[in-house]
């Protein structure tokens, strides 16, 4: 159980969202050359032929391919940022964490929205622009946003316009988090299930609130 390079980078005063995610990766598959990957993210950025936002969106998801995983939505590796940059796939948050940090390494500020049931990415200088990664980086406004919010779930969950308000790092590594334990709980996959646990427990909220199914769970280890 490798969680130790995960406690580290959420100990931090202000938490890296590509180094948590990498090391959130490590720990559930195998470890990582965290410095490869970084690099990796570096160059992809540096790649960028027209270093803007509509740049970023057209060489991302229009030159490079990266796409939604439809075919295979629920695969845990979809929450792996590096298999999300080896094979170009992934769900609504890896992708928005993708597209966050190649953006970043271009001076471009961007930050991710925790909508329920659909992450989004917006703009937080100038004009709200809002972006669905999962959709090839469709550009929405916010009619647009609440009209894919209210058909992914259904509208069975009432709208608020705070769904829309910028999301910090710590909360999108916890909404990871939460992605790969539901996936591991579904499928009875104890070791792995037991290392989000332990991920977990580096939060100090987490680690308060959730203190038994810790316990519980990181017991496979004992």
Known sequence: MSVGRFAQVMAAPDVRLDEACLAMSSAIQRPLDEIEWLAALDLLAAECPTPTLDGVVHY????????????????????????????RVGIPI??????????????????????PAHFLVRTVDGPERFFD?????????????RELFETVTREQVPWRDS??????ALPIIVRMLNNVRSIFQSRSDEMRLAIVMEMRAQIPQLAESEADEIQAATAVFN
Do not use: H, K
């Open 60 to 87: 991302l998801f229009g030159q490079l391919g990266f796409r939604g995983n439809s075919e295979a939505y629920y695969d845990w590796r979809n929450s792996c940022l590096d298999r999300v940059i080896t094979t």
């Open 94 to 115: 890896s992708l928005s964490v993708l597209m966050i940090e190649v953006a970043r390494r271009l001076d471009i500020r961007l930050v991710g929205v925790a909508m």
């Open 133 to 145: 990664p999962f959709a090839a980086g469709n550009e929405l406004d916010r009619d647009g946003a």
């Open 163 to 168: 769904f829309l308000q910028p999301t910090l």
